[in-house]
């Protein structure tokens, strides 16, 4: 049996989560990442995604996030997240909005490396949008 750890999801607004979890998997920038007790201490960042909660009671939670950073120890995980919902709470239509929102700044947008991170963005959006259920 694993052992447990603690999980901590917050954003700027409120803190979404923090109990003991059996593993978090989260979308690590350079590829999703399982964390598990006594993970190897790490900090990286967060694209936008799912974040999977297997909690220890045995339930499982989904939270949509917008970027941020993880820090990973041992003992437990925090993941401070630019924007974070619960799947349930997110529609297709809110997340239509966040794409089309960035397609107007990129629109604006006058550097080549502003440019190429709003079209990595919205991509990554994109994605996205196919794990979210129509409403």
Avoid: W
Avoid at 56 to 77: E, H, M, N, R, W
């Amino acid at each position: 049996m694993a052992d447990n750890f603690n999980f901590e999801l917050v954003s700027p607004e409120r803190l979404l989560l923090s109990e003991q979890v059996i593993d978090v998997v989260i979308p690590a920038t350079e590829g999703e990442m399982t964390v598990m007790a006594h993970h190897a201490p790490t900090m990286t960042t967060i694209k936008p995604g799912l974040v999977k909660v297997h909690s220890a009671s045995g339930s499982k939670q989904d939270y949509v996030v917008f970027g941020g950073f993880a820090d990973i120890l041992p003992t437990g995980c925090t993941l401070l997240a630019e924007s974070a919902v619960p799947v349930k709470d997110m529609s297709r239509d809110e997340l239509d909005r966040r794409i089309n929102a960035a397609k107007a700044e990129l629109e604006d947008a006058l550097h080549h490396e502003h440019k190429s991170r709003l079209e990595h963005f919205i991509m990554e959006l994109s994605h996205l949008r196919g794990s979210i259920p129509q409403d």
